[in-house]
């Protein structure tokens, strides 16, 4: 078996190359299917604040964070904690994050084949004269036929497939910086038309006029793993990323613009979906199905609906491949790094052995729906334990990693590019991964447990 070749290992080509990657990575179901429903269960505004005072604090800095690790050791995750700390269970984080990978896309994948069924429903005016109960019905049929979102998520994995085999600046690259402009061009256009409704005032207020006796511990929570899963920090993605990134990048400068687009499309998910809820008359506590029963509801009862309903699911299956492209690459590199196989071979190996436990899920929600655990199904426990569990533990310990173990020098060297670049937050850097941020994520992890509160 041949070694994998270092030095030809791959790389982005340009700045806004990486950051389209990494922004197609945070950029996805997150923020245009989950935000919104996280946000009208916790309270609109308030909501909002909470998260965005986490993403500053926590966020920006975690993800900076990632980036020093794997650009310094230029590795997958688990190569990487190898490298810098040798000899050192650092590696069990990288593998918990290889792992984090794996079990976050098989159940994405799940919803990312729904946004494929829904756009060929819009295509083919699926939703036209169905009533909302109808629209429930119709959602829950397709999940309990089984093969149809079986098949879609096979599907789906295909795509994410085919473009990791590609590589990094071939795959990665080329169509994150093709689909990233395209999404924001159509989540404007959704905006213009949600905001110009008639009623669409309420909708606003409720997104951006806080009530703070809305914030509970348990709001609190919600919105911390919300901004880990939006920003896909906490497992290795962007450690991924990071180790892909040239050397002459401003890596806290990409850490800041990666945060503001994927805060920016959050919000503006939230623009175009709380004015149309309101203009309807419709609950914004709606859960997960916000956006697969009560959006093609909407659709259904405005003008040109066809046109909107076609683009908003177009709008979440780029959003969703941009994302499962990165998870689907943690572990090909992984793979192909530190088992020595090729990408294709890498590649094949990883998506059939995901896209096999996604099935599982996907059928968790149709005919096999039986408690898993603690009453919830497969889905419920993997979506569970990823994001409340995993992505909290490794993000800890990469902060604590980058704060107290990685050495003040070499991360300083890493920020400031050898001292070029001017680095002038270095010292508030500091202070945010070695005691603000580890106390947070440690704080709002045992509320979440029982364990304090
Ligand atoms: N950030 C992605 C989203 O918002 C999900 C994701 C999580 C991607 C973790 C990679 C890693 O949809």
Redesign the pocket.
């Known amino acids: 078996m041949t070694k994998f070749d270092f030095s030809k290992r791959d790389s982005f080509g340009s700045k806004i190359g990486v950051i389209a990657a990494a922004a197609g990575?945070?950029?996805?179901?997150?923020?245009i299917w989950r935000f919104p429903y996280i946000t009208g269960e916790n309270g609109g505004a308030a909501f909002l604040m909470v998260y965005l005072g986490l993403i500053i604090f926590i966020g920006i800095p975690l993800m900076l964070s990632e980036f020093v690790i794997g650009r310094r050791a230029q590795r997958n995750p688990y190569g990487a904690f190898q490298i810098l700390k040798k000899g050192q269970p650092w590696y069990l984080v990288g593998l918990m994050g290889i792992a984090g990978?794996f079990l976050?896309l098989a159940f994405?994948s799940t919803i990312a084949g729904w946004t494929l069924e829904y756009l060929y429903r819009s295509i083919t005016n699926g939703f036209s004269g169905k009533s909302p109960a109808e629209l429930s019905t119709m959602f829950s049929d397709f999940q309990a036929g089984g093969l149809w979102p079986v098949m879609w998520q096979v599907i789906f994995m295909f795509l994410t497939a085919w473009i990791i085999y590609r590589g990094v600046r071939n795959g990665i690259e080329k169509y994150a910086k093709i689909l990233m402009p395209l999404l924001l061009l159509i989540i404007i256009a959704i905006c213009i038309r949600s905001v110009t409704l008639e009623g669409a005032g309420d909708g606003l207020r409720f997104l951006f006029k806080p009530d703070f006796s809305k914030i509970t511990s348990s709001a609190i929570l919600e919105a911390l793993g919300q901004a880990f899963?939006?920003?896909?920090i906490g497992?290795g993605?962007l450690i991924t990323y990071g180790s892909y990134i040239s050397k002459k990048d401003n890596l806290s400068n990409t850490a800041i613009s990666v945060t503001a687009a994927d805060t920016l499309i959050s919000i503006l998910a939230g623009i175009a979906i709380f004015p149309a809820v309101f203009a309807f008359n419709i609950n914004p506590a709606e859960g997960p199905a916000l956006v697969f029963i009560t959006l093609p509801g909407i659709f259904e009862q405005m003008a040109g609906g066809y046109v909107w309903s076609l683009l908003f699911f177009l709008l979440l299956i780029i959003?969703a491949l941009t994302?499962t492209i990165?998870?689907l690459e943690v572990v090909v590199a992984f793979l192909s790094e530190e088992l020595n196989l090729s990408r294709k071979q890498s590649t094949i190996i990883a998506a059939l052995l995901i896209t096999i436990l996604g099935v599982f899920c996907t059928l968790s929600q149709g005919p096999l729906d039986s408690p898993f655990l603690f009453g919830t199904n497969l889905f419920g426990v993997m979506e569970y334990a990823s994001i409340n569990l995993l992505l909290p533990i490794g993000g800890f310990f990469i902060v604590i990693f980058v704060g107290w173990f990685l050495g003040k020098k070499n991360v300083r060297d890493e920020i400031s590019n050898h001292g070029t670049l001017k680095a002038q937050v270095f010292g508030l850097f500091m202070i945010l991964v070695r005691i603000l941020a580890p106390i947070a994520i440690a704080m709002v992890f045992l509320y979440q447990l029982g364990i304090l509160g």
């Open positions: 990575s945070a950029i996805g179901l997150g923020n990978a976050i994405y899963f939006s920003l896909s497992m993605t959003a994302s990165s998870m």
